[in-house]
T-cell receptor
Framework: KQEVTQIPAALSVPEGENLVLNCSFTDSAIYNLQWFRQDPGKGLTSLLLIQSSQREQTSGRLNASLDKSSGRSTLYIAASQPGDSATYLCAVNRGAQKLVFGQGTRLTINP | NAGVTQTPKFRILKIGQSMTLQCTQDMNHNYMYWYRQDPGMGLKLIYYSVGAGITDKGEVPNGYNVSRSTTEDFPLRLELAAPSQTSVYFC???????????FGSGTRLTVV
């Protein structure tokens, strides 16, 4: 059974710092991995999607990496801003409509 | 372009009552999904549909029913509400699951 774990559960950093969020998964047979952002009381916004054949994807200040062999993905946020405060979820696509989510990391950026 | 629209945004039910959570999308996506999110947890798949007239169970289907009579709509039905169904419910759609999903803003349901 695929399990997805995100550590830490919560993270608080001062504005301007670079930071890394971690996501690990137990079964390397995946189609892709997706990072989402969730604001309080809102839905999920897709940030980055990495196909299983790719190593990383970049969008602005965000960079996501994927290492299937070790079952790990990281989301790197450069020059963090208070507006980056949210919960970040990773989800692994195993095919057959199976999108397995981690529990999320609640990120707070302090001005 | 509205994307995925869910109604209502909030609802309080009494134990044993029934209700339907509405979900509609205007992107002509074939794939639609219902997830629930409990506090501090990731999302879990309740039901999904790969096209009009086709539905299938996800990880946690007990206590729920769905239908997919049109491409646009995918309602989720709770027949006998229980406190364990207190959760936030998200609907999502996709043109191709290998290329990502679009989520609605959620329905926060409390059963008392």
């Amino acid at each position: 059974k695929q399990e997805v774990t995100q550590i830490p559960a919560a993270l608080s950093v001062p504005e301007g710092e670079n930071l890394v969020l971690n996501c690990s998964f137990t079964d390397s047979a995946i189609y892709n991995l997706q990072w989402f952002r969730q604001d309080p009381g809102k839905g999920l916004t897709s940030l980055l999607l990495i196909q299983s054949s790719q190593r990383e994807q970049t969008s602005g200040r965000l960079n996501a990496s994927l290492d299937k062999s070790s079952g790990r993905s990281t989301l790197y946020i450069a020059a963090s801003q208070p507006g980056d405060s949210a919960t970040y979820l990773c989800a692994v696509n195993r095919g057959a409509q199976k999108l397995v989510f981690g529990q999320g990391t609640r990120l707070t950026i302090n001005p | 372009n509205a994307g995925v629209t869910q109604t209502p945004k909030f609802r309080i039910l009494k134990i044993g009552q029934s209700m339907t959570l509405q979900c509609t999308q205007d992107m002509n996506h074939n794939y639609m999904y219902w997830y629930r999110q409990d506090p501090g947890m990731g999302l879990k798949l309740i039901y999904y549909s790969v096209g009009a007239g086709i539905t299938d169970k996800g990880e946690v289907p007990n206590g729920y029913n769905v239908s997919r009579s049109t491409t646009e709509d995918f309602p989720l039905r709770l027949e006998l509400a229980a406190p364990s169904q207190t959760s936030v419910y998200f609907c999502a759609s996709s043109m191709d699951p290998n290329y990502g999903y679009t989520f609605g803003s959620g329905t926060r349901l409390t059963v008392v």
